[in-house]
């Protein structure tokens, strides 16, 4: 499941763009991405039910609109290591 997940196209990119960053919202993270943002959500969705990234809902925002944060948690930067293992191996 876990490996199935990590395959998926943009998992990857995802997970090395929170790394850079602190703590990303979802625009920020589709302006670099570039995907569909209902597929970024359920990516986003899927990496948060697996450990792999933290949510926050931000609901101070001056549109009174709430944002979701996301950040990579250690399981997450624990993934990393899997790409860089199969870049090794290529």
């Known amino acids: 499941m876990v490996l199935k997940l990590l395959s998926k196209k943009h998992v990857e990119n995802i997970l090395k763009l929170l790394n850079e960053g602190e703590e990303l919202y979802v625009q920020q993270i589709n302006d670099e991405v ?23 809902i ?22 990393l290591k899997v790409y860089e293992m199969i870049e090794e191996l290529n």
């Open 34 to 56: 570039k995907i569909n943002k209902s597929n970024l959500s359920q990516l986003l969705q899927e990496l948060q039910d697996n450990g792999f990234v933290s949510k926050r």
């Open 58 to 79: 931000d609901e101070d925002t001056a549109k009174n609109l709430p944002k979701s944060y996301f950040k990579l948690t250690e399981k997450g930067k624990r993934a």
